[in-house]
């Protein structure tokens, strides 16, 4: 699909109208500038400003309908061209997608908001005390998202403020993420930091040396600074493919390490691949009074584990979902994916109906992105995929069944490149929400990342402006820089936190 636009010279229009193209057309081109080329749809602006911005479209396609909108926005008042010209933007894609959404009879519910937490928005207004009826109707104009999705994102909201009444004070407090860059074997759609650990020892010694050292260093720094830690994440990769007796020394050093751990609010481990769950590391995981674990299972159908590289079975899932409830754990997550290849409708109902018999306390539902550097994207045509309006079936399947079964919605994110431009949706049952999932979805404090391909994202405690930082990937990067990417964090650490003066001397 080519699509001329004219009347919109400047580049930057050109990424956001190409976003916003693919929300409608699987492949398309955007085109800025005509070359006498034939083209599918041609959309012509007209953009006039002053105090405002008046924008009008006109969309012509192949056999020559004519489709028009129009938006008038005001300009704010500020000398930074940067927020001038996001306003400008706006009204060009909120034209651009109502006239796209004309021609093809296709409503896009998160209108032409491309960006990946949307809830974000909708608390800044709640931390503003914007009344809730203002925002959504500013939410509904700004971006054009759906009544539904709206609806969506307030239960959300509100969810999140019912388990954390203090989330818009913990900017002085941080939360942990450690990364162990290792799996079984690498799954098909994986981007993650995960090497197949099988002859690997060498490496894994290595690099978990380099893990004990940087939670020494990062929980020294908090203790000498007084900083609290609200929640500690281990993912990766799988944090259980390393020994048992390999996690029982690291959670020791956490404790070791990591100041007032009885106190911190949540500690979760990822045992997502269920081949690495064994009696003694539900042990070590129990001894160490870890909250919360997730195993998953992804899909109940054997076929769909074996095509995409899990190496896994089903019965081993439910297995090991009942050998670690029996051994005492008792929050367990458990993640499934809509779309998985091979999979519709039936296939997705048989997984609801087996998760109906575990019942986990949390279930967080992706929708299958291709992200650019699976295997899976890379030999896209190797791997069939349901139709966009299969996995908007699938998804209120999702919803439905989850408000049948008492779990309500309490986190979300989306992704590019995801099935039918949706959403990945984090249900629980009641207080059972994953705290850490929270504050990593809203941004409202620091998490500090250690270990393989950790981000660490720091909030400033006062602007609330965000630096990002991440540690390699591979662990041979990591196992040759770790000290510095310590002593780069602390850096951050003392600029953010003693400017604020949160920190005792
Ligand atoms: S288990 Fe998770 S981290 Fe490991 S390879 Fe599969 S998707 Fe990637």
Same mark, same amino acid.
């Given at each position: 699909?080519?699509?001329?636009?004219?009347?919109?010279?400047?580049?930057?229009?050109?990424?956001?109208?190409?976003?916003?193209?693919?929300?409608?057309?699987?492949?398309?081109?955007?085109?800025?500038?005509?070359?006498?080329?034939?083209?599918?749809? =041609?959309?012509?602006?007209?953009?006039?400003?002053?105090?405002?911005?008046?924008?009008?479209?006109?969309?012509?396609?192949?056999?020559?309908?004519?489709?028009?909108?129009?938006?008038?926005?005001?300009?704010?008042?500020?000398?930074?061209?940067?927020?001038?010209?996001?306003?400008?933007?706006?009204?060009?894609?909120?034209?651009?997608?109502?006239?796209?959404?004309?021609?093809?009879?296709?409503?896009?519910?998160?209108?032409?908001? =491309?960006?990946?937490?949307?809830?974000?928005?909708?608390?800044?207004?709640?931390?503003?005390?914007?009344?809730?009826?203002?925002?959504?109707?500013?939410?509904?104009?700004?971006?054009?998202?759906?009544?539904?999705?709206?609806?969506?994102?307030?239960?959300?909201?509100?969810?999140?403020?019912?388990?954390?009444?203090?989330?818009?004070?913990?900017?002085? &407090?941080?939360?942990?993420?450690?990364?162990?860059?290792?799996?079984?074997?690498?799954?098909?759609?994986?981007?993650?930091?995960?090497?197949?650990?099988?002859?690997?020892?060498?490496?894994?010694?290595?690099?978990?040396?380099?893990?004990?050292?940087?939670?020494?260093?990062?929980?020294?720094?908090?203790?000498?600074?007084?900083?609290?830690?609200?929640?500690?994440?281990?993912?990766?990769?799988?944090?259980?493919?390393?020994?048992?007796?390999?996690?029982?020394?690291?959670?020791?050093?956490?404790?070791?390490?990591?100041?007032?751990?009885?106190?911190?609010?949540?500690?979760?481990?990822?045992?997502?691949?269920?081949?690495?769950?064994?009696? &003694?590391?539900?042990?070590?995981?129990?001894?160490?009074?870890?909250?919360?674990?997730?195993?998953?299972?992804?899909?109940?159908?054997?076929?769909?584990?074996?095509?995409?590289?899990?190496?896994?079975?089903?019965?081993?899932?439910?297995?090991?979902?009942?050998?670690?409830?029996?051994?005492?754990?008792?929050?367990?997550?458990?993640?499934?994916?809509?779309?998985?290849?091979?999979?519709?409708?039936?296939?997705?109902?048989?997984?609801?109906?087996?998760?109906?018999?575990?019942?986990?306390?949390?279930?967080?539902?992706? =929708?299958?992105?291709?992200?650019?550097?699976?295997?899976?994207?890379?030999?896209?045509?190797?791997?069939?995929?349901?139709?966009?309006?299969?996995?908007?079936?699938?998804?209120?399947?999702?919803?439905?069944?989850?408000?049948?079964?008492?779990?309500?919605?309490?986190?979300?994110?989306?992704?590019?490149?995801?099935?039918?431009?949706? &959403?990945?949706?984090?249900?629980?049952?009641?207080?059972?929400?994953?705290?850490?999932?929270?504050?990593?979805?809203?941004?409202?404090?620091?998490?500090?990342?250690?270990?393989?391909?950790?981000?660490?994202?720091?909030?400033?405690?006062?602007?609330?402006?965000?630096?990002?930082?991440?540690?390699?990937?591979?662990?041979?990067?990591?196992?040759?820089?770790?000290?510095?990417?310590?002593?780069?964090?602390?850096?951050?650490?003392?600029?953010?936190?003693?400017?604020?003066?949160?920190?005792?001397?």
């Amino acid at each position: 699909m080519q699509i001329l636009i004219k009347g919109l010279q400047d580049e930057r229009f050109h990424r956001p109208l190409r976003l916003i193209a693919n929300l409608f057309f699987e492949e398309s081109e955007v085109i800025l500038t005509d070359n006498g080329d034939c083209y599918d749809i =041609t959309v012509d602006f007209t953009l006039e400003i002053s105090e405002k911005v008046k924008v009008e479209a006109s969309l012509t396609d192949e056999e020559g309908n004519i489709f028009k909108a129009n938006a008038e926005k005001i300009l704010p008042i500020t000398e930074i061209e940067k927020e001038s010209f996001k306003v400008v933007k706006n009204a060009v894609s909120y034209v651009y997608l109502t006239v796209l959404q004309e021609k093809t009879g296709m409503i896009q519910k998160w209108g032409f908001l =491309t960006g990946i937490r949307p809830t974000k928005l909708l608390h800044k207004y709640m931390q503003q005390g914007v009344p809730k009826e203002i925002a959504h109707k500013q939410l509904k104009e700004d971006y054009l998202i759906t009544d539904e999705k709206i609806d969506l994102m307030q239960r959300i909201v509100d969810r999140q403020l019912a388990v954390v009444p203090d989330l818009y004070e913990l900017g002085k &407090e941080v939360s942990i993420y450690i990364g162990i860059p290792f799996c079984p074997t690498k799954c098909a759609y994986c981007t993650f930091p995960a090497y197949a650990i099988n002859g690997r020892q060498g490496s894994v010694d290595s690099f978990l040396g380099g893990l004990h050292f940087e939670m020494k260093k990062i929980g020294e720094w908090l203790k000498k600074n007084n900083v609290k830690i609200t929640t500690v994440y281990y993912g990766g990769g799988t944090p259980t493919s390393i020994t048992a007796e390999e996690m029982d020394m690291l959670y020791e050093e956490m404790y070791a390490s990591f100041p007032d751990v009885e106190n911190i609010r949540e500690v979760t481990v990822e045992a997502g691949r269920p081949d690495t769950i064994t009696p &003694e590391k539900l042990d070590v995981l129990k001894k160490w009074n870890i909250d919360r674990i997730s195993i998953n299972p992804q899909s109940y159908i054997q076929e769909t584990l074996k095509a995409i590289g899990r190496h896994h079975t089903v019965e081993e899932t439910i297995n090991k979902y009942h050998l670690a409830r029996s051994m005492g754990m008792n929050n367990i997550n458990m993640d499934l994916i809509i779309g998985l290849p091979g999979e519709g409708v039936p296939e997705f109902t048989y997984t609801l109906n087996e998760t109906e018999k575990l019942m986990p306390e949390s279930l967080t539902v992706h =929708t299958l992105s291709f992200k650019r550097a699976s295997e899976m994207t890379k030999n896209k045509e190797k791997y069939k995929v349901a139709s966009r309006t299969e996995i908007e079936d699938m998804m209120s399947l999702a919803e439905q069944w989850t408000k049948d079964h008492d779990y309500s919605p309490y986190y979300l994110y989306r992704q590019k490149n995801i099935l039918g431009n949706l &959403e990945n949706v984090g249900y629980s049952l009641p207080n059972q929400e994953s705290i850490y999932n929270i504050m990593i979805m809203e941004e409202q404090q620091t998490i500090i990342g250690l270990g393989c391909g950790a981000a660490s994202k720091f909030v400033d405690p006062e602007t609330g402006k965000i630096t990002h930082f991440a540690n390699p990937k591979d662990p041979k990067s990591y196992n040759d820089g770790f000290e510095a990417y310590t002593e780069d964090k602390i850096k951050i650490l003392n600029e953010l936190f003693t400017k604020e003066k949160l920190v005792k001397e």
